[in-house]
């Protein structure tokens, strides 16, 4: 079955330390997004990417990083300059500008970042 | 800037009908989407509206009017595993852009 994979679903970091998310994706998506969700909020945009080798900044991008290098990997690194980097992160990917497909992201099931 | 409203949490009766408003605030206006999270879960597609009007599926109905900026999601025949939080989602640009989310709505459906 198609779908997005997200890994590791927990995850504890040391303050100081970068930390790599991975998310794959089998959809043959072209558009994949990093959103960070804190308690009770909603889903704020880290970055994304439309195509291969490029990516944009989305509201909260300062401490993260990402790359594009394949269709099916959008990798997360969360960098020590990163203040609270305690959250649930959600990686999610859409079929492109066919019609609706923009608007239905498909999600993976999360990684939660714990910095003790 | 951009802003999506919603109320915070709502409170049902198992078999009853429940509405959850959304208004919005953005530079531009490509569509207005739900989605469905449980706790410790991942966000689920529901409904998806560009056009005016209601679209129906299943239990699930949205509904937009872009003239005020409002939309909202009806849930009909409440069922318990409905408890969740319910986000609205606008994309604010054409092509494959990312979705604005609002904060979300906490359902508790009760007996």
């Known amino acids: 079955d198609g779908g997005i994979t997200q890994s590791p679903k927990y995850l504890f970091r040391k303050e100081g330390q970068n930390v790599t998310l991975s998310c794959e994706q089998n959809?043959?998506?072209?558009?994949m997004y990093w959103y960070r969700q804190d308690p009770g909020q909603g889903l704020r945009l880290i970055y994304y990417s439309q195509i291969v080798n490029d990516f944009q900044k989305g509201d909260i991008a300062e401490g993260y990083s990402v790359s594009r290098e394949k269709k099916e990997s959008f990798p997360l690194t969360v960098t020590s300059a990163q203040k609270n980097p305690t959250a649930f992160y959600l990686c999610?990917?859409?079929?492109?500008?066919?019609?609706?497909?923009?608007?239905?992201?498909?999600f993976g099931a999360g990684s939660r970042l714990t910095v003790l | 800037g951009q802003s999506l409203e919603q109320p915070s949490e709502v409170t049902a009766v198992e078999g009853a009908i429940v509405q959850i408003n959304c208004t919005y605030q953005?530079?531009?206006?490509?569509?207005l989407s739900w989605y469905q999270q449980h706790d410790g879960g991942a966000p689920t597609f529901l409904s998806y509206n560009a056009l005016d009007g209601l679209e129906e599926t299943g239990r699930f109905s949205s509904f937009l009017s872009r003239s005020d900026s409002y939309g909202y999601l009806l849930l009909q025949e409440l069922q318990m595993k409905d408890s969740a939080s319910y986000f609205c989602?606008?994309?604010?640009?054409?092509?494959?852009?990312?979705?604005?989310f609002g904060k979300g709505t906490r359902l508790s459906v009760i007996a």
């Open positions: 989602a606008v994309r604010e640009n054409s092509g494959n852009t990312p979705l604005v």
């Open positions: 959809l043959n998506h072209d558009a």
């Open positions: 999610a990917s859409s079929d492109g500008d066919r019609g609706s497909g923009a608007n239905v992201l498909t």
């Open positions: 953005t530079s531009g206006f490509y569509g």
